[in-house]
């Protein structure tokens, strides 16, 4: 019978250790990722493309600008799998004439990282897709993020694709904000109903998986989406987090088409602030069925009070 792995018994490290090169390492979900493969004993190499190069601790980090192939092969050599974790400048609000596109960056970026990988014979390679992801999906940054999975199942290297809903944890750029406005403001500004459905997993839980994975057998060739074990409304989730702030806080919602037709005239800028697509992304759904994953990787994931109180808690 399988057992599920919890957070604080993990899964043991793959039984000999590995290079690991990390693209997107520096990010939110890449540090966490980077921080849990190096606790297991193997060596990371994050993959940067502004970073300096040179040994951090135990980590080396490498040059690497998935939107200039050349940069690739020698960042690539003598590593036994890659973690693709990339996400352009200020994602989800493109910036089309400073190349910052889902499709120049998680598209055509991953298509270069994942053929400079074949061409290097890694023989392992993780992607972090997201929910949603299809060929045919309204939204163009699913179909970026299918382009990006299609080459990683193309590329005859053993993958494994994580589609994940909604990730937070200390670094991330979303929930964060929210609380942020808590310390300043009366209320919480919302765009949108606050009514999206999310099923929010814990970065923490996302890089073990990413590290189980590398591990296990079971997971090679598998598309798996990811999530908590709730699925929440955005305003559940802000309303769980103040609470363990101890702050009460209501939350203002502004209606997405005042905020698109608002943010329309900034699209004209190099470096928009916010863009109307950039709302849309915001306010969308991310459900996924995790029961293929609890197949092939079993772990207790946190639910989200647990997992908030690990780093949002008011010490004493
Ligand atoms: N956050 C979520 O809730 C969530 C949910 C589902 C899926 N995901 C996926 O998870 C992935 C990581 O997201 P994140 O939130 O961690 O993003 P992030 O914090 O913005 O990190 C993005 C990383 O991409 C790297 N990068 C950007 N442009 C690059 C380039 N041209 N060449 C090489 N590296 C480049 C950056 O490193 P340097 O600047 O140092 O090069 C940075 O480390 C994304 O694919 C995202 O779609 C996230």
New binding site residues.
């Given amino acids: 019978m399988k057992t599920a792995a919890g957070p604080s018994q993990g899964v043991s490290a793959a039984s000999s250790p590995l290079v690991v090169a990390v693209?997107?390492?520096?990010?939110?979900?890449?540090k966490a990722i980077v921080s849990e493969l190096s606790g297991r004993g193997h060596r990371v190499v994050v993959?940067?493309?502004?970073?300096p190069v040179g040994i951090v601790g135990s980590v080396e980090v490498r040059r690497?600008?998935?939107?200039r192939p050349e940069t690739l092969p020698a960042a690539l050599a003598g590593v036994d799998a890659v973690v693709i974790?990339?996400?352009?400048?200020n994602?989800p609000i493109e910036a089309p004439r400073r190349g910052q596109t889902f499709e120049q960056?998680?598209a055509a970026?991953t298509e270069a990282l994942v053929a400079a990988a074949a061409a290097a014979n890694v023989p392992r390679i993780v992607y972090?897709?997201?929910?949603g992801a299809a060929p045919d999906a309204p939204r163009h940054w699913f179909r970026a993020?299918w382009r990006a999975e299609e080459a990683v199942r193309g590329s005859g290297i053993a993958y494994t694709i994580f589609r994940?809903?909604?990730?937070?944890g200390p670094g991330?750029?979303?929930l964060n904000r929210f609380l942020g406005f808590s310390r300043w403001l009366p209320f919480i500004p919302q765009i949108g109903n606050g009514r999206q459905r999310l099923v929010p997993v814990f970065v923490d839980d996302v890089a073990a998986l990413v590290a189980d994975a590398l591990a296990s057998p079971a997971a090679e060739n598998a598309t798996l989406e990811v999530g908590g074990p709730e699925t929440l409304t955005m305003d559940e989730i802000i309303r769980a987090a103040l609470r363990v702030l101890g702050r009460r806080r209501p939350i203002l919602h502004t209606p997405v088409l005042l905020m698109k037709s608002l943010t329309a005239p900034l699209t004209l800028l190099p470096s928009p602030p916010m863009t109307p697509s950039a709302i849309d992304f915001i306010v969308q759904s991310a459900q996924v069925d995790t029961g293929p994953l609890h197949e092939r990787l079993p772990r207790r994931l946190r639910s989200l009070p647990e997992a908030l109180a690990t780093y949002l808690a008011p010490r004493g």
Avoid: C
């Fill in positions: 693209a997107g390492g520096t990010g939110f979900v890449g993959l940067s493309h502004r970073s690497a600008d998935a939107t974790s990339l996400a352009f400048r994602s960056v998680d970026g972090i897709s997201g929910a993020k994940p809903s909604w990730i937070y991330d750029h979303s």
